[in-house]
Nanobody
Framework: EVQLVESGGGLVQAGGSLRLSCAAS????????IGWIRQAPGKEREGVSC????????YYADSVKGRFTISADNAKNTVYLQMNSLKPEDTAVYYC?????????????????WGQGTQVTVSS
């Protein structure tokens, strides 16, 4: 059973930074994408970023390019999202998620497995 456990959310002022972590377990995919999707109240889910386990290629939503950085430690099956220059519109529940193989290239972060989510709140 795929398990994804997020941590690192919280409350931060606009312009601040947070780092999300996601520990993944319970799967043996050879090539997968792991990343983050977010959902704000009253809004549709938005794929934020993901990274390929095989070649490290990445995807970022236009809304976070230049501010967020995704990275992964494959030995620990852990993915990180460094979020800088946070804006109030980044406020959402952030879910860690996995897209199993075969991956569509370029990455589009088409997730099948989800974590429980962690709240990120950015105050103005």
């Amino acid at each position: 059973e795929v398990q994804l456990v997020e941590s690192g959310g919280g409350l931060v002022q606009a312009g601040g930074s947070l780092r999300l972590s996601c520990a993944a377990s319970g799967f043996t995919f050879d090539d997968y994408a792991i990343g983050w999707i977010r959902q704000a109240p009253g809004k549709e889910r938005e794929g934020v970023s993901c990274i390929s386990s095989s070649d490290g290629s990445t995807y970022y939503a236009d809304s976070v390019k230049g501010r967020f950085t995704i990275s992964a430690d494959n030995a620990k099956n852990t993915v990180y999202l460094q979020m800088n220059s946070l804006k109030p519109e980044d406020t959402a529940v952030y879910y860690c998620a996995i897209e199993p193989p075969p991956l569509i290239r370029p990455l589009r972060c088409l997730y099948d497995y989800w974590g429980q989510g962690t709240q990120v709140t950015v105050s103005s």
